[in-house]
């Protein structure tokens, strides 16, 4: 039997975080938007709650939780702001579950605990300069001399990567050659304040401007040759199933954006009048709502069967990449109807709509593009590869 | 410490609130109900005092059946176990009755510390069953608490209300209400939504718990509603244009008021 409702714990741990969204997050988020400030005070609360380690274990200081627990959590957040959203989304996605489901015994012993508990962040050092899409294409090298690893490159976009709170950067580099000749990957642990690593001034974006993100300079960075993650070569691999799994992170949090515009217009269209009546009787404003729950609702599904597959252990990656892309339309989609329902007020960087404007546009470019989606569609659907 | 908690499940502020037509109970099922803000932070304090100096917090509360989901929030807090009197014979129970039905349901559990509450609910409004309650158990009470501390067998509370503030200290067990600037409660986590699902709860019936049914519902009422209607909506405002006379009428405004 099909069933798409929530169980009962996720509905708790729903309701649980929508109240922190509404009470916290909402009344303080718009002046850190606007300040490009990252929100300590709520990242805090956020750990306190222990969404950062809602998929991992107990042993290692997490909640016990699944990666659905994670996928719930952020969309109630992006319901009322990405940029929370996205510091978990990546704290986890990409910071915690690389060494979860990678990292050997004394590498989860020593990280785990503090990056579940939320005392510190970690990034994922994977996209460059020259290139995100084509990660195959890395270019930063890491060569193994004597017990050290040393690191040569730039990485780019990197989320987390800048706090008082980051703690290690995982970064993927080229540690040699395969037999075919093709860049052998690897993907190694990187503390931050490692000497040799800079971190560039932090990014001016077009949104998600609560969120910490910068250009990582390496440069003859050293780190102990058991900071390797997992083994030397499975780099490519590792970070595809980081991806995949991220895509349906992501996918929540661009469910919760499309919801949150829906919320948003459902208050304002009761509250603002035009020739003599509410916008909200309007047949015009009605469809626009209609057609953006759909989008939302739909979007949701989409996730909670790429959720539930992951679950259960089986293929997932044609369902994620459905997901990633139906809920990204539906952010930027929702974004756009609901700026427009909110008129003038809508452009105005004061309301949550204009700021989820802004920030619904990444959605169809990070952890894979739109078209990087389509392809991975077309490629499970048997369509040849170029 | 062995701490109860007296939790209440209210509609939610955010939703509109009834009366029923019939006996001007409230009306339960027209608004969602959640468990009463100020109950979380009783909860909170309990906790705190809990991690501080040991024991068990329980969660204690009066209600029918689907009271049983603001119970599940204060065990996802963190409180250890839960006390639900449910009965239907409880219905339209007022304050005097709650805090004898209350003050019964204590008297079966062992060795009590302390109670807290919050100081009152966001339904009812009356302020006033911790003050019975602690009456009624022959306890001191310690109402309006803006901030506790507990050594030893002593609490202290600074009590604060529109006359002031006071610091107020008694011997255990005592009963504590608290006020909204106690605290910030905790969210639940999920490790903590989870856990919630495996702590006790005893439902108590009125015989359970040896109540006199006599002395509880509306027919044990010392109070009766004999009319209730909803609030009048609210009246457009008075516009005054500026003609170079604002100040004054803003004056004639605020005098006809005896605001000035």
Known sequence: ?386 | MNIVVLVKQVPDTWSERKLSDSDHTLDRASADAVLDEINERAVEEALLAKEAHGGEVTALCMGPERATEAIRKALSMGADKAVHLSDEALHGTDAVGTAKALAKVVGTLESVDMIIAGNESTDGRSGAVPAMLAELLGWPQLTYARSLSLDGSTVTIERETDAGVTSVRAELPAVVSVTEKINEPRYPSFKGIMAAKKKPVSTLTLADAGIDAGEVGLSGALTQMVSSAPAPPKEAGQQVTDEGDGGTRIVEFLSGKNLV
Not at chain 1, 95 to 119: C, H, T
Not at chain 1, 217 to 223: G, I, L, N, Q, T
Not at chain 1, 248 to 254: E, K, Q
């Open chain 1, 1 to 386: 039997m099909v069933d798409y409702r929530l169980n009962d714990e996720h509905e708790q741990l729903r309701l649980s975080v929508r109240s922190f969204a509404t009470k916290e997050v909402a009344p303080v988020i718009g002046d850190y938007y606007e300040r490009e400030e990252f929100p300590y005070p709520l990242v805090s609360g956020m750990a306190r709650m222990g969404l950062f380690g809602l998929p991992v274990a107990e042993e290692y200081g997490g909640m016990g939780g699944d990666y659905l627990a994670l996928c719930v959590a952020l969309e109630e957040l992006a319901r009322v702001d990405s940029s929370v959203a996205v510091t978990l989304e990546a704290g986890v996605s990409l910071g915690v579950m690389p060494i979860y489901r990678f990292g050997d015994q004394r590498q989860r012993e020593r990280w785990l605990p503090g990056l579940a508990s939320g005392e510190m962040l970690g990034a994922f050092g994977l996209t460059e300069p020259g290139g995100g899409s084509d990660a195959g294409a890395t270019r930063t090298t890491a060569e193994l001399r004597g017990s050290e690893w040393v690191i040569n490159g730039s990485k780019a976009f990197i989320t987390n990567s800048g706090t008082d709170m980051t703690g290690l950067i995982t970064v993927t580099a080229v540690t040699g050659t395969k037999p075919d000749g093709g860049n052998e990957i690897s993907t190694i642990i990187v503390p931050a304040g490692t000497p040799g690593l800079t971190v560039a001034p932090k990014y001016s974006k077009v949104g998600w401007n609560a969120s910490d993100t910068h250009e990582l300079a390496f440069d003859d960075c050293r780190v102990p040759a058991e900071n390797l993650l997992g083994e030397r070569g499975r780099g490519y691999a590792q970070f595809l199933a980081t991806l995949t799994e991220g895509r349906v992170a992501i996918a929540a949090l661009g469910v919760g954006l499309a919801q949150g515009c829906v919320d948003e217009c459902l208050r304002y269209v009761d509250e603002r009048s035009a020739f003599g009546r509410k916008i909200g009787e309007n047949q015009a404003i009605q469809f626009k709502l209609a057609d953006m729950e759909l989008r939302a609702h739909t979007a949701r599904l989409a996730y909670y069967d790429a959720a539930d597959r992951m679950l259960r252990g089986e293929p997932y990656q044609k369902q994620a990449a459905i997901a990633k892309l139906a809920s990204s339309d539906a952010a930027m989609d929702n974004a756009r109807d609901a700026t427009q329902v909110f008129g003038g007020y809508g452009f105005m960087n004061e309301t949550p709509v204009g700021r989820f404007y802004r920030d619904a546009k990444i959605l169809e470019i990070g952890e894979g593009t739109s078209e990087v989606q389509r392809m991975l569609i077309a490629r499970e659907l048997g369509l040849p590869a170029r």
